[in-house]
């Protein structure tokens, strides 16, 4: 699939258990984060994003943080699932009036049963 | 299902050719961008159109080219082809010009023999 021969960090955690995928971004200008979740043979599906005047944000069972101080954006998942697998971009918008995002390498999650 | 639609999946060809990938947005989406997503390079921004026009351009090579028609559907050209333009290419589309997320279609895995 892809990715593969791509060397990613690898997260490996027990189904049930949550899931934190950590990302530190560069730009300290970025206004805007997103995570997106890539599942193999797929394009990157949107989880959730996040503005810089927000320090948390919760979805259906994941939640962002954000801590501008020191550039780290967190993804939480909680109740890990099967269908969880797949490689977590972050991505950051450092331009606040385009629409040019940078992706950062990834994580690979991986659920064991 | 994103409701991007990008084709064909999958493109094998030899180097010093020529391809031409295409995109359907978004039904209402303006905005198309293309990313190339390679083994050493992660997800990289190639260029962005908005209804027509040009917008944005990342690391977009000379030899590859990209339109956006009054359809609004995209194509991106790549031409004198060689190994190392085998990738995964994905296209995203977003309502306006800065408008996040993006949402990504399936990709065009590409292949160069």
């Known amino acids: 699939g892809e990715n593969v021969g791509l060397h990613l960090p690898t997260l490996s955690v027990q189904e049930g258990d949550n899931s934190i995928i950590n990302c530190a971004y560069s730009n300290s200008a970025s206004d805007y984060f997103i995570w997106y979740k890539q599942e193999s043979g797929k394009g990157p599906q949107f989880i959730i994003d996040?503005?810089?005047?927000?320090d948390k944000r919760q979805g259906q069972r994941v939640t962002v943080l954000l801590n501008k101080t020191v550039k780290h954006l967190s993804l939480q998942i909680a109740a890990t699932q099967p269908g969880d697998s797949a490689v977590y971009f972050c991505?950051?918008?450092?331009?606040?009036?385009?629409?040019?995002?940078?992706f950062g390498s990834g994580t690979r999650l991986s659920i064991r049963p | 299902d994103s409701g991007v639609t990008q084709t064909p999946k999958h493109l094998i060809t030899a180097t010093g050719q020529r391809v031409t990938l295409r995109c359907s947005p978004r039904s209402g989406d303006l905005s198309v961008y293309w990313y190339q997503q390679s083994l050493d390079q992660g997800l990289q921004f190639l260029i962005q159109?908005?209804?027509?026009?040009?917008?944005a351009k990342g690391n977009i090579l000379e030899r590859f080219s990209a339109q956006q028609f009054p359809d609004l559907h995209s194509e991106l050209n790549l031409s004198s082809l060689e190994l190392g333009d085998s990738a995964l290419y994905f296209c995203?589309?977003?309502?306006?010009?800065?408008?996040?997320?993006?949402?990504f279609g399936d990709g065009t895995r590409l292949s160069i023999l």
């Open positions: 995203a589309s977003s309502p306006g010009i800065s408008d996040q997320p993006q949402h």
């Open positions: 159109y908005y209804n027509g026009e040009e917008r």
């Open positions: 991505a950051e918008n450092p331009y606040s009036s385009a629409s040019k995002i940078i």
């Open positions: 996040i503005r810089s005047n927000m």
